[in-house]
C-alpha cells in the first residue's frame, strides 16, 4: 500500500522557516506527482508545490514562489518541502499527497493517497 506519513510543522514567528517531511512507502513513484497541499479553517484545501516524478518538473503556488522549494530524497522515499520568510498567511494544515490519475497539479480531486497532516502556525 501507498502510505504518506508528513511531519516537521511548528509554531514560528513571521520570517521564519520549517522544513516539512513526507516518508513515503517504498513504492516506485516515477510519473507520478507528489506535492503539499494546505488547507486554513473555513477554506478549500489548495495546492502548494508538486514534484513530476522522474522529469525534473516542479510546481509552486504563486504566493509561495521564491520562499518554498520542494524536493526528495528518492534514497530515503522523503519528499520535502522547504519553507524560507514564513508569513501569517502560511498558516493551515499541510498535507503531503500523490496522485497516478495526471492532470492539473494542484487539482487535489486527482490526489488519492494522503497523509495525514501537520500543523504549521506562523505568528506575527
Known amino acids: 500500500q501507498v502510505q504518506l506519513v508528513e511531519s516537521g510543522g511548528g509554531s514560528v514567528q513571521t520570517g521564519g522557516s520549517l522544513r516539512l517531511s513526507c516518508a513515503s512507502s517504498?513504492?516506485?513513484?516515477?510519473?507520478?506527482?507528489m506535492g503539499w497541499f494546505r488547507q486554513a479553517p473555513g477554506k478549500e484545501r489548495e495546492g502548494v508545490a508538486a514534484v513530476y516524478v522522474g522529469h525534473t518538473i516542479t510546481y509552486y503556488r504563486d504566493s509561495v514562489k521564491g520562499r518554498f522549494t520542494i524536493s526528495q530524497d528518492n534514497a530515503k522515499n522523503t519528499l520535502y518541502l522547504q519553507m524560507n520568510s514564513l508569513k501569517p498567511e502560511d498558516t493551515a494544515m499541510y498535507y503531503c499527497?500523490?496522485?497516478?490519475?495526471?492532470?492539473?497539479?494542484?487539482?487535489?480531486?486527482?490526489?488519492?493517497?494522503w497523509g495525514q497532516g501537520t500543523q504549521v502556525t506562523v505568528s506575527s
Open positions: 499527497a500523490a496522485n497516478n490519475f495526471g492532470g492539473r497539479w494542484d487539482d487535489r480531486t486527482k490526489y488519492n493517497f
Open positions: 517504498g513504492h516506485t513513484y516515477s510519473n507520478w506527482y
